[in-house]
């Protein structure tokens, strides 16, 4: 608690954002390579979403990326962009809705039933409110990833809160309160795992401990959750307007990181901002650290802010001793059947922070067409690695496009979405940001304070 009051300090000694807003810089940085194929690639139509590194422990050149496409499963692609692993989602059957993998993450060394250790991906399936976990061998070139989720797991969110806020009420898969975004922590004091995962249309957010059964396989058992407001400077964000996106919102969450060495959790609740919450104490900030712009017809426009609404795709690249940054994917509504650009043009880019304490707004970023490879648009997902890799010796930035090749004039219903590979010294040198000459291997994480 001592140090959440220390960061509030240092946040309130921070002059606030000013009344009039000047045009935020966003610098041009060119993409460097996307995956093939695109989605959809099946008759499941899926849609990318949420990339994930796996990091081969002995040849680089062997990492994975770890990829979710929603009703069509999972993509796993080598450092080129090949398609190396299809694993579809659980098909729909009489009654039972089908499987939709929405956000997924990768977690080094869990302990296995036999006392070995193994590196898994765990995703959250929002059609059916589960959390998916593989166990992946990099040394399996055609299948590396291996399904050991326990098929009798209990239901993630199996009550919600009632829409009048007096109390908890039934929430049934079908209607799809269910498990959204998701993001892992290992602790290190105590060798748990543990799966943070966000619900749809709900301000909440639940930790889960991830349980190797003796048989191999994983379930999970709740371990606490976090329930955030449901209205913003006095706007109910349970409103919403299908044909004004000013005047549409949302109280949930999406995008989540975890600083894995000072167990700090970052929330981006898609319509306010970003969260921290501390995962040792278990407390969470009374209010976000750093509020998104607001449309302009809300009762919290801030228009200094250098993020704009529908906030996702958080992650963190780790510096050494304890630096790095936040990368936090700034979407707004320029695209879309109703669009609403943003007067600053800080739609489709991506705003970066200190990752240690006030977290400090340090500029923001923009992924450009290079060549044959178009622009990146509306991204639901990132992932970053500061550990040195073929072709990328300064570390590595995935992004989900979400209008792969530009088609049918950004229009709200993309025909095709990837993911889209660019050099992390290409964002460092617009930025003015470090490129560390050794890169953090996520297997030998230090604790901070």
């Known amino acids: 608690m001592r140090r959440l009051l220390s960061i ?18 966003i610098v041009a940085v060119p993409v460097a390579a996307e995956t093939t194929p695109g989605q959809p690639d099946s008759p499941q139509k899926g849609d990318a979403d949420d990339p994930a590194v796996w990091l081969h422990p002995s040849d680089p050149g062997r990492s994975l990326i770890i990829t979710t496409a929603k009703e069509a ?13 299809r694993i579809d989602a659980a098909a729909k059957g009489a009654g039972t809705p089908g499987g939709r993998y929405n956000n997924v993450d990768v977690v080094y060394g869990v302990a296995g039933p036999d006392g070995s250790r193994m590196d898994i991906a765990v995703a959250s399936d929002r059609g059916r409110d589960r959390i998916m976990v593989w166990r992946i061998d990099g040394d399996r070139a055609e299948a590396p990833l291996t399904d050991i989720t326990a098929p009798d797991q209990p239901q993630i969110f199996p009550t919600r809160r009632a829409a009048d806020g007096s109390g908890e009420i039934a929430n049934p ?16 004091a105590s060798d748990a795992v543990y799966a943070i995962v966000a619900q749809r249309k709900e301000a909440r957010l639940a930790q889960h401990r991830l349980v ?9 058992v709740r371990t606490r959750q976090w329930d955030f407001p449901y209205s913003h400077a006095g706007q109910d964000l349970t409103a919403g307007s299908k044909t004004d996106p000013d005047l549409d919102w949302s109280p949930q969450f999406e995008g989540l990181a975890v600083d894995a060495e000072r167990g700090i959790l970052f929330a981006g609740q898609e319509d306010v901002g970003l969260w921290r919450v501390d995962l040792r104490s278990g407390t969470a900030e009374a209010a976000p650290f750093y509020e998104a712009a607001g449309a302009p017809k809300s009762p919290f426009h801030r228009p200094d802010s250098r993020l704009v609404r529908d906030v996702e795709g958080l992650t963190i690249f780790y510096g050494p001793d304890g630096s790095g940054y936040l990368l936090v994917s700034s979407q707004g509504a320029a695209h879309g059947d109703h669009p609403g650009p943003d007067a600053q043009g800080r739609d489709d880019s991506f705003a970066v922070f200190e990752r240690a304490a006030p977290n400090r707004y340090l500029g923001s970023f923009r992924l450009t067409a290079a060549g044959s490879i178009d622009a990146v648009q509306e991204c639901d997902g990132a992932d970053v690695t500061s550990m040195p890799l073929p072709g990328y010796p300064g570390g590595l930035l995935i992004t989900q496009d979400g209008y792969n ?9 993309p025909a095709a979405t990837n993911f889209k590979f660019t050099a992390w010294d290409s964002v460092a040198r617009a930025l003015n940001l470090t490129v560390p000459s050794a890169g953090f291997d996520p297997r030998k994480p230090v604790v901070r304070p």
């Open 8 to 25: 509030a300090l240092l946040l309130m000694a921070q002059p606030a954002l000013s009344a009039q807003a000047a045009p935020a810089e």
């Open 405 to 413: 090749d530009d088609l049918n004039g950004l229009s709200g219903k």
């Open 212 to 220: 190797v059964r003796p048989d191999g396989l994983v379930t999970h």
């Open 173 to 188: 898969v079908k209607e799809q309160h269910t498990a959204y975004g998701l993001t892992t922590w290992h602790d290190p």
């Open 73 to 85: 499963g999972l993509r796993v692609f080598d450092l080129q962009g090949r398609l190396v692993q």
